[in-house]
């Protein structure tokens, strides 16, 4: 099955609209999630760069990626204190720990796939913004969102590109193929709450 199609990750799960009803009815918690989640993935991204100095298109990618990330965060954290929101406690992501659990050992492997579960994450992200973009009241907010997902439609190709640069693209087609079931699986099977996962 194609995994890749016109610079699209192709997800093998369509977010049902009953999440988005179940996010706009506590879109309180959705920001808060969204901060959290924003402000991971710039961790995730310094991580990989530390990781592996030795890859400096990767060092470079990430910094930039890191930087990106938390200027998303810094913006929401200014939409929730706007609303008289605080930045609430941290939780677990059950959807990113399971999808983590698919890594394998071996320095080659386990590259190859962190930088794939990396862009299957930002395309559920990319996916689920979009849905917020498209279906919140508040037209500034549609507008927020609009900007947050053409970002992120970005960067899970970005994922791929680094993919790319270390290995072959069968191996790669055939690794997206096995984790993309894996990611469907995984979201199919987790209730559905006002987070972005």
Same mark, same amino acid.
């Given at each position: 099955?194609?995994?890749?199609?016109?610079?699209?990750?192709?997800?093998?799960?369509?977010?049902?609209?009953?999440?988005?009803?179940?996010?706009?009815?506590?879109?309180?918690?959705?920001?808060?999630?969204?901060?959290?989640?924003?402000?991971?993935?710039?961790?995730?991204?310094?991580?990989?760069?530390?990781?592996?100095?030795?890859?400096?298109?990767?060092?470079?990618?990430?910094?930039?990626?890191?930087?990106?990330?938390?200027?998303?965060?810094?913006?929401?954290?200014?939409?929730?204190?706007?609303?008289?929101?605080?930045?609430?406690?941290?939780?677990?992501?059950?959807?990113?720990?399971?999808?983590?659990?698919?890594?394998?050992?071996?320095?080659?492997?386990? #590259?190859?796939? +962190?930088?794939?579960?990396?862009?299957? $994450? *930002?395309? =559920?992200?990319? @996916?689920?913004?979009?849905?917020? !973009?498209?279906?919140?009241?508040?037209?500034?907010?549609?507008?927020?969102?609009?900007?947050?997902?053409?970002?992120?439609?970005?960067?899970?190709?970005?994922?791929?590109? #680094?993919?790319? +640069?270390?290995?072959?693209?069968?191996? $790669? *087609?055939? =690794?997206?193929? @096995?984790?993309?079931?894996?990611? !469907?699986?995984?979201?199919?099977?987790?209730?559905?709450?006002?987070?972005?996962?």
């Amino acid at each position: 099955m194609t995994a890749i199609k016109d610079d699209l990750l192709l997800l093998r799960f369509n977010t049902p609209m009953s999440w988005v009803e179940t996010v706009l009815n506590d879109f309180d918690a959705f920001l808060n999630d969204h901060a959290q989640a924003e402000k991971k993935a710039s961790g995730m991204a310094m991580s990989m760069l530390l990781h592996y100095p030795d890859k400096p298109e990767l060092v470079s990618a990430m910094a930039d990626l890191s930087i990106e990330e938390l200027a998303h965060f810094r913006e929401v954290i200014k939409l929730m204190q706007a609303q008289g929101l605080h930045l609430g406690p941290d939780e677990k992501d059950p959807y990113v720990n399971g999808l983590r659990k698919h890594t394998r050992n071996g320095s080659q492997w386990y #590259l190859l796939d +962190r930088l794939l579960i990396a862009a299957i $994450i *930002e395309a =559920r992200g990319c @996916e689920r913004f979009g849905l917020v !973009a498209q279906h919140h009241p508040d037209a500034k907010m549609r507008q927020f969102y609009q900007l947050i997902t053409d970002s992120e439609s970005k960067h899970h190709m970005l994922f791929i590109d #680094l993919a790319e +640069r270390y290995f072959d693209r069968p191996t $790669i *087609e055939q =690794r997206l193929d @096995e984790l993309l079931d894996a990611e !469907a699986e995984i979201t199919q099977g987790l209730p559905i709450r006002a987070a972005l996962h």
